[in-house]
């Protein structure tokens, strides 16, 4: 669900969501939207007004984690431009050691250039940006001096606690459906977050092979992939399953309890046939 000053708020969300047996909760993320912005919005049409009113999600996750036990606690997806590193490795980290492991990381370049710009990002540097703040936070969760040299990030020497709970650090899921998505997710990811929005049915399949082709070729086993915003339908889990999804994601509406409470449990039964047990 877009979290948003206007809807149910994320505490109540997370709560519904892991009392009606659901695995885990995921929230996006635009720091702001730009004003004078000619990045077209990726899904066509006028950007939605929700954009313009997400609340942060690693301080609404952190919520969450405060009146729950159980669920996961995702980003689909943090844009990585907008954020220094090192402050976001430790936000990660905190938010993982006081959810005792539960956190889920999905990570993107993003496609807002405006926005990335005024975080001092020049959009033609991304890509790089993208990739090496992901492999600049992974040297600092798991090495007690972290250092990073890097074409556009460069770390000196230093120490940061707490370390994440889960070893060797929560799982990041790079996002992403265009050519090269597939190299960046076996060169720094854990996994691949792809979007039901972009690819679906026998588009998606094939792209799940060919990914988990390439990662035999590299040596790896399978990767594990999960989408994001799944088409909501019986037959369509049924092809998901069939692909070896690690997880599929629904979209909820913001709105308020009544109204996404009510789409939750339609959730809830759609996928009932699918889950062994129901906390």
Known sequence: MFPTDRALIPTRFGVLVEEMGFES?????????????SSPYPSGGDLPDDFYRFHDPIDSLAAIAAVTS?????????????????ILAKRVATLDHLSNGRVVIGVGAGWN???MENHGVDPKDRWTVFRERVEAMKVIWTQEI???????????PMKQWPKPVQ?????????????NTARRVL???????????????????????????????AGRAAVPVMLQQGTPSREAIEEYLGMGLTRVTFRVDPGDEGSVTAQLEQLADLVAPYVSTRT
């Open 25 to 37: 909760v995921f929230l996006p993320e635009h720091s702001h939207v730009p004003v004078n912005r």
């Open 70 to 86: 159980r669920i996961r606690l995702g980003t689909s997806t943090l844009v990585i431009p907008d954020h220094d590193p090192i």
């Open 113 to 115: 250039l405006q926005e």
């Open 146 to 156: 972290a250092s990073f040299e890097g074409e556009c990030v460069r770390i000196r």
């Open 167 to 179: 070893q060797p650090h929560p799982p990041v899921f790079v996002g992403g459906s265009g050519p």
């Open 187 to 217: 060169r720094f990811g854990d996994g691949w977050m792809a979007s039901g929005r972009h690819l679906d049915g026998a588009e998606l399949a094939g792209r799940v092979a060919d990914l988990q082709r390439l990662a035999g070729e």
